[in-house]
């Protein structure tokens, strides 16, 4: 069972998951908040924060399985759900083969299209940099990419000390799950469930969004990737707007 925490009460629940090279307290600037309006249950994922692998190679749908097995410890039969980056990937996949009831999904900073072909062998480069030089040079030679120039320096500290958790076998597991990840963009022009997409206006991670269907909404931070850490009053007022 993956390591998770709950947090908050309030009648809707939320289910919280991270991106690659994060875990829960990634959300920590904004988890005082939510609490006081949510049920919140934060899990890491495999290989990060405090979970260990469960077993050797994942798919995006194994990571969202493993997420519903600790709904199900719980005994939550539906609730909304936050996916940041990888954490949006899962959260898809778990919407697509209906893995849970997901009553509205926020999708920050992360996509609904496949890897491109430079993106797929930059994540090849990236496994082997892992392999090769371990998690610290990996990160410390990556992390400010995830960030806007006008970033705070904290800020980017912070998300680095997080990213050094994580372990080798976790971070190469993830980054093929990545690159292996299906084509969603056609689920999200089709669903019926309410998403807020929160893009960040300075991300260079992922690609933006588009869509014309009005079960998606879009709100745009001037932030890189990591908007929660950035500007934590913006990303928070996004959520609560849409939650209601």
């Known amino acids: 069972m993956l390591h998770y925490e709950l947090k908050g009460s309030g009648d809707e629940t939320l289910v919280i998951v991270h991106g690659f090279l994060g875990d829960i307290t990634i959300f920590n600037?904004?988890?005082e908040e939510l609490q006081q309006h949510y049920e919140l249950i934060l899990i890491d994922l495999p290989g990060h924060g405090k979970s260990k692998m469960e077993?050797?190679?994942y798919t995006i749908y194994d990571?969202?399985?493993a997420i519903v097995n600790v709904l199900a410890q719980e005994k939550i039969a539906n609730a909304a759900w936050l996916g940041h980056s990888m954490g949006g990937y899962i959260a898809l996949a778990t919407l697509e083969r209906n893995m849970a009831k997901i009553d509205k999904l926020i999708?920050?900073?992360s996509s609904a299209s496949p890897d491109s072909a430079e993106t797929q062998n930059k994540r090849d480069e990236?496994?082997?940099t892992i392999e090769q030089n371990g998690v610290k040079a990996f990160v410390d030679n990556s992390i400010d990419a995830f960030f806007s120039k006008e970033a705070a320096n904290e800020s980017i500290e912070f998300a680095r000390t997080i990213a050094y958790k994580a372990t080798e076998e976790g971070l190469i597991a993830a980054l093929q799950a990545m690159k292996e990840r299906p084509n969603q963009t056609q689920l999200l022009h089709e669903t019926?469930?309410?998403i807020?997409?929160?893009e960040g206006q300075q991300d260079t991670i992922v690609s933006p969004i588009e869509t014309d269907n009005i079960a998606v909404q879009k709100i745009v931070t001037n932030t890189g990737h990591i908007g929660m850490l950035e500007d934590d009053k913006a990303f928070l007022k996004a959520i609560k707007q849409f939650l209601g």
């Open 196 to 198: 807020l997409v929160i």
């Open 107 to 109: 999708l920050a900073y």
């Open 192 to 194: 019926s469930t309410p």
């Open 63 to 65: 990571y969202a399985q």
């Open 55 to 57: 077993q050797e190679n």
């Open 126 to 128: 990236q496994m082997k």
């Open 29 to 31: 600037k904004v988890m």
